[in-house]
């Protein structure tokens, strides 16, 4: 069977250097897998998947088949964990321009504090039918509750009562504003579990109840973060890539690679490089720690971003997202004319083009000093998905460890909140 697989080979480590680090990062891998390290109780996820409760999945089930049959598009509302993973899969899946091939279509709000983006949202959503799901554990967060506030208004001006049954909710199972609302309001929720995370929720109802709302296959899912579990929990370096990355990325760390680029060449990946920077950002920033996630879209952001990495500061290394079969493909023309000087490459496709691309890219910045590492995925479906987000989870829980820094926290974001709230003259 195909597999996910890590490429090391660009990446300027030796055999030898790999192993001088095993011990710290399999002792990072043990603290981890048997729960001993700071924020254990966060670590739900290793094997949510094997627990999760049969009733809500079916739930679950039952809601996105409501909503596929009485809406033409569905506002998914959260931000940072609460929508990115989902957002990621979504287009992962059913393509760059889904909302115009498929039913429902999808579309984000609570993600941002912008008036002008939610009033072009209301008039692009206005004549359809719609549904809603939002996703807060509290439902305090200013962004999303500020959405969800006025779109509850338009459901419910809409729709009258039934817009209760349009509205679904995953929050805390207890308590929070938002639970207390939903009680009180009769929507349909779900839970999300007190022992994960944010950005580790994405295989948790709130991710699995807006994959399953755009049609995706959940069950395949389910089945690939299964296989990575499987896999990825292995006590063994030299044949578990979640220890190799973490491995990797900790090398370049000490030689001073500060920055860390998720390269695709896949404008549909685009949103999966968005999950993965929240993931590490949050999870390694801390107490003067880590490695600055960023991400290029490659061969656009050649055309701007080329240049810096190429011969730049040395303090970048790639990682790149390689996608090794395409089903959508097209081939170049034949012109008689060749105006373009094209015909050389007429008749081969252009996934054979983008492919060789990327490996004149990547030569090119090795030559320029920039250690290239390279995930290899057999192909962007439901099954691979899972595994490619557990592989990412994984190894990035083992690498906040080796760096003695609590990967399942995020202390630095209440900073901000504290002034924003002050200056909006609420009181603490």
Known sequence: MDNIKLDLTGSFISEEELHEIKTEIMSAQETLLDRKGVSSEMTGWLDYMYRMDADEY??????????????????????????????????????????????????????????????????????????????????????????????????EEKYGEESRNRIFVVTDQLKGALKNMSDLKKYKTFAVPDDIGGRYSVITPVGLLPMAAAGIDTDKFIEGLRSGAEEYTKRDFENNICCLYATARNILNRRKKDVEIFVNYEPSCTSIAEWWKQLFGESEGKEGKGI???????????????????????????????????????????????????????????????????????????????????????????????????????????SGYTNKIDPFTQPGVEAYKKNMFRLLGRSV
């Open 58 to 155: 079916r739930d679950i089930k039952n809601a996105a088949k409501y909503i596929k049959e009485n809406s033409e598009a569905f506002i998914l509302l959260g931000i940072g964990g609460s929508y990115l993973g989902a957002k990621a899969a979504i287009e992962a899946i059913r393509g760059d321009f889904h909302n115009e091939l498929f039913s429902p279509q999808v579309y984000y709000a609570g993600q941002n504090l912008s008036g002008a983006y939610l009033k072009k949202l209301i008039k692009v959503i206005n004549e359809k039918k719609v549904c809603i799901i939002v996703i807060s554990k509290s439902g305090t967060t200013l962004e999303t509750a500020l959405s969800f506030r006025i779109f509850r208004c338009l459901m």
């Open 292 to 398: 600055f996630p960023a991400s290029l879209n490659f061969t656009t952001d050649l055309h701007s971003m080329g240049q810096f990495v190429q011969e730049g500061r040395e303090i970048i290394f790639e990682t790149n997202l390689a996608v090794e079969n395409n089903e959508d493909d097209m081939e170049v023309p034949f012109d008689p004319n060749d105006f373009d000087k094209l015909n050389y490459i007429s008749g081969k496709t252009l996934n054979y083009i983008n492919k060789k691309a990327f490996e004149g890219t990547f030569m090119a910045h090795n030559e320029g000093n920039v250690p290239g590492i390279i995930i290899r995925v057999p192909k962007m479906d439901e099954f691979y998905l899972a595994k490619l987000f557990y592989f990412f989870m994984m190894s990035c829980g083992i």
